[in-house]
Protein backbone atom coordinates (compact mmCIF):
# COMPACT_ATOMS: atom_id res chain seq x y z
CA UNK A 1 0.00 0.00 0.00
CA UNK A 2 1.49 3.23 -0.80
CA UNK A 3 2.55 6.07 1.43
CA UNK A 4 -0.57 8.37 0.41
CA UNK A 5 -3.14 5.67 1.08
CA UNK A 6 -1.96 4.28 4.13
CA UNK A 7 -1.83 8.02 5.45
CA UNK A 8 -5.78 8.47 4.00
CA UNK A 9 -6.80 5.08 5.77
CA UNK A 10 -5.50 6.00 8.76
CA UNK A 11 -7.30 9.66 8.30
CA UNK A 12 -10.09 7.43 8.24
CA UNK A 13 -9.54 5.81 11.45
CA UNK A 14 -8.86 9.19 13.11
CA UNK A 15 -12.34 10.63 11.46
CA UNK A 16 -14.47 7.68 12.89
CA UNK A 17 -12.43 7.70 16.43
CA UNK A 18 -13.07 11.43 17.07
CA UNK A 19 -15.24 13.05 14.64
CA UNK A 20 -17.80 10.75 13.19
CA UNK A 21 -21.15 10.19 15.21
CA UNK A 22 -23.91 7.93 13.77
CA UNK A 23 -28.00 7.04 14.49
CA UNK A 24 -29.86 4.90 13.20
CA UNK A 25 -32.60 8.10 13.62
CA UNK A 26 -31.82 10.89 12.27
CA UNK A 27 -31.05 12.81 15.34
CA UNK A 28 -28.07 15.76 13.88
CA UNK A 29 -28.93 18.80 12.67
CA UNK A 30 -27.06 20.14 9.76
CA UNK A 31 -26.58 24.05 8.81
CA UNK A 32 -28.96 23.75 6.43
CA UNK A 33 -31.26 22.85 9.08
CA UNK A 34 -32.21 19.41 6.99
CA UNK A 35 -31.85 16.05 9.79
CA UNK A 36 -29.28 13.34 9.55
CA UNK A 37 -28.29 10.46 11.05
CA UNK A 38 -24.97 10.61 10.73
CA UNK A 39 -22.33 14.22 12.00
CA UNK A 40 -18.93 15.00 10.89
CA UNK A 41 -17.53 17.13 13.86
CA UNK A 42 -14.20 17.57 11.32
CA UNK A 43 -12.58 20.08 13.93
CA UNK A 44 -11.87 17.19 17.06
CA UNK A 45 -9.09 15.73 13.50
CA UNK A 46 -8.15 19.18 11.62
CA UNK A 47 -6.71 19.97 15.13
CA UNK A 48 -4.91 16.96 16.21
CA UNK A 49 -1.33 16.88 15.58
CA UNK A 50 -1.56 13.57 13.75
CA UNK A 51 -5.05 15.05 11.86
CA UNK A 52 -3.13 18.06 10.82
CA UNK A 53 -0.36 15.85 10.11
CA UNK A 54 -2.21 13.33 7.16
CA UNK A 55 -4.50 16.45 6.08
CA UNK A 56 -1.54 18.83 5.75
CA UNK A 57 0.45 15.62 3.47
CA UNK A 58 -2.47 14.77 1.46
CA UNK A 59 -3.97 17.83 0.88
CA UNK A 60 0.10 18.90 -0.33
CA UNK A 61 -0.34 15.63 -2.91
CA UNK A 62 -2.68 17.26 -4.51
CA UNK A 63 -1.24 20.75 -4.79
CA UNK A 64 2.45 20.46 -5.35
CA UNK A 65 2.42 20.69 -8.82
CA UNK A 66 -0.46 23.28 -9.28
CA UNK A 67 1.81 26.61 -9.29
CA UNK A 68 -0.39 28.10 -6.40
CA UNK A 69 0.36 31.27 -4.26
CA UNK A 70 -2.57 30.16 -1.40
CA UNK A 71 -4.91 27.98 0.33
CA UNK A 72 -7.85 28.94 2.22
CA UNK A 73 -11.83 29.15 2.50
CA UNK A 74 -14.33 30.19 4.99
CA UNK A 75 -13.60 30.22 8.50
CA UNK A 76 -13.64 27.91 10.84
CA UNK A 77 -13.48 24.89 9.12
CA UNK A 78 -10.95 25.44 6.48
CA UNK A 79 -8.46 26.82 9.00
CA UNK A 80 -6.63 24.50 10.32
CA UNK A 81 -6.64 22.23 7.15
CA UNK A 82 -4.91 25.93 5.22
CA UNK A 83 -2.70 25.55 7.92
CA UNK A 84 -1.84 22.33 8.13
CA UNK A 85 -1.29 22.23 3.88
CA UNK A 86 0.67 25.69 4.40
CA UNK A 87 3.12 24.18 6.92
CA UNK A 88 3.51 20.97 4.91
CA UNK A 89 3.92 23.00 1.76
CA UNK A 90 7.02 24.63 3.52
CA UNK A 91 8.31 21.58 5.06
CA UNK A 92 8.63 20.00 1.68
CA UNK A 93 10.13 23.54 -0.21
CA UNK A 94 7.09 24.59 -2.16
CA UNK A 95 5.68 27.14 0.15
CA UNK A 96 1.59 28.10 -0.76
CA UNK A 97 0.65 30.68 2.17
CA UNK A 98 -2.53 30.17 3.51
CA UNK A 99 -5.18 32.32 4.23
CA UNK A 100 -8.65 33.09 5.55
CA UNK A 101 -11.92 33.85 4.36
CA UNK A 102 -14.14 35.63 7.02
CA UNK A 103 -18.21 35.34 7.31
CA UNK A 104 -18.47 39.21 7.79
CA UNK A 105 -15.74 41.78 7.03
CA UNK A 106 -13.54 43.12 10.08
CA UNK A 107 -15.05 45.80 11.34
CA UNK A 108 -12.19 48.03 12.41
CA UNK A 109 -9.20 48.73 10.73
CA UNK A 110 -8.76 47.85 6.97
CA UNK A 111 -12.32 46.07 6.82
CA UNK A 112 -10.99 43.13 4.88
CA UNK A 113 -12.98 39.71 3.79
CA UNK A 114 -9.40 37.89 3.40
CA UNK A 115 -6.55 37.26 5.74
CA UNK A 116 -3.47 36.56 4.92
CA UNK A 117 -1.02 37.19 2.26
CA UNK A 118 -2.58 36.90 -0.75
CA UNK A 119 -3.82 39.62 -3.29
CA UNK A 120 -5.64 40.52 -6.34
CA UNK A 121 -4.79 38.06 -9.37
CA UNK A 122 -3.05 35.08 -7.15
CA UNK A 123 -4.03 31.48 -7.78
CA UNK A 124 -5.82 29.89 -4.88
CA UNK A 125 -7.19 27.00 -3.81
CA UNK A 126 -9.98 27.06 -2.10
CA UNK A 127 -10.53 24.30 0.99
CA UNK A 128 -14.11 23.36 2.73
CA UNK A 129 -13.76 20.58 5.91
CA UNK A 130 -17.12 19.01 5.13
CA UNK A 131 -19.04 19.68 1.98
CA UNK A 132 -22.82 18.63 2.31
CA UNK A 133 -24.77 21.03 -0.08
CA UNK A 134 -21.97 23.57 -0.84
CA UNK A 135 -23.36 26.45 0.56
CA UNK A 136 -20.23 27.23 2.51
CA UNK A 137 -17.39 26.17 -0.04
CA UNK A 138 -19.35 28.19 -2.48
CA UNK A 139 -19.60 31.15 -0.29
CA UNK A 140 -15.82 30.96 -0.15
CA UNK A 141 -15.52 30.45 -3.66
CA UNK A 142 -17.84 33.66 -4.30
CA UNK A 143 -16.04 35.84 -1.66
CA UNK A 144 -12.49 35.07 -2.83
CA UNK A 145 -13.64 35.94 -6.75
CA UNK A 146 -14.71 39.07 -5.21
CA UNK A 147 -11.67 39.76 -3.80
CA UNK A 148 -9.54 39.15 -7.24
CA UNK A 149 -8.08 35.85 -6.68
CA UNK A 150 -7.97 33.29 -9.39
CA UNK A 151 -9.61 29.76 -8.20
CA UNK A 152 -8.12 26.79 -9.63
CA UNK A 153 -9.50 24.12 -7.48
CA UNK A 154 -11.78 23.49 -4.69
CA UNK A 155 -10.76 20.69 -1.76
CA UNK A 156 -12.99 18.91 0.55
CA UNK A 157 -11.72 17.24 3.59
CA UNK A 158 -15.31 15.00 3.49
CA UNK A 159 -17.36 14.92 0.85
CA UNK A 160 -20.79 13.73 2.74
CA UNK A 161 -21.81 13.44 -1.14
CA UNK A 162 -25.58 15.12 -1.06
CA UNK A 163 -25.15 17.35 -4.25
CA UNK A 164 -22.26 20.05 -2.86
CA UNK A 165 -19.37 18.06 -5.26
CA UNK A 166 -22.19 18.81 -7.87
CA UNK A 167 -23.22 22.63 -6.95
CA UNK A 168 -19.55 23.65 -6.57
CA UNK A 169 -18.59 21.76 -10.10
CA UNK A 170 -21.34 23.52 -11.78
CA UNK A 171 -20.05 26.74 -11.44
CA UNK A 172 -17.17 25.51 -13.40
CA UNK A 173 -14.83 24.31 -10.43
CA UNK A 174 -13.23 20.72 -10.28
CA UNK A 175 -13.79 19.91 -6.51
CA UNK A 176 -11.32 16.65 -5.10
CA UNK A 177 -12.51 15.12 -1.91
CA UNK A 178 -10.12 13.59 0.32
CA UNK A 179 -12.87 11.28 1.72
CA UNK A 180 -15.70 10.22 1.05
CA UNK A 181 -19.18 9.25 3.31
CA UNK A 182 -19.27 5.94 1.70
CA UNK A 183 -15.41 5.37 2.41
CA UNK A 184 -15.71 6.27 5.97
CA UNK A 185 -19.13 4.06 6.16
CA UNK A 186 -17.96 1.38 4.80
CA UNK A 187 -14.54 0.95 7.58
CA UNK A 188 -17.50 2.31 10.79
CA UNK A 189 -19.56 -0.96 9.36
CA UNK A 190 -16.66 -3.04 9.01
CA UNK A 191 -15.53 -2.11 12.97
Not at 31 to 39: H, T
Not at 134 to 153: C, D, F, H, P, Q
Amino acid sequence: MSLSKNMKKRLIELIIEKAFKYSKEPVFKLVSGRMSNYYFNCKAVTLHPEGMYLIGNLIFDLIKDMDIKGIGGLTLGADPIASAAAYTSYLKGKPVEAFVVRKTPKSHGTMQWIEGNVKKGDRVVIVDDVITTGKSTIEAINRAKEEGLEIVKVIALIDRQEGGREAVETLGYKLDSIITRDEVLELYRRG
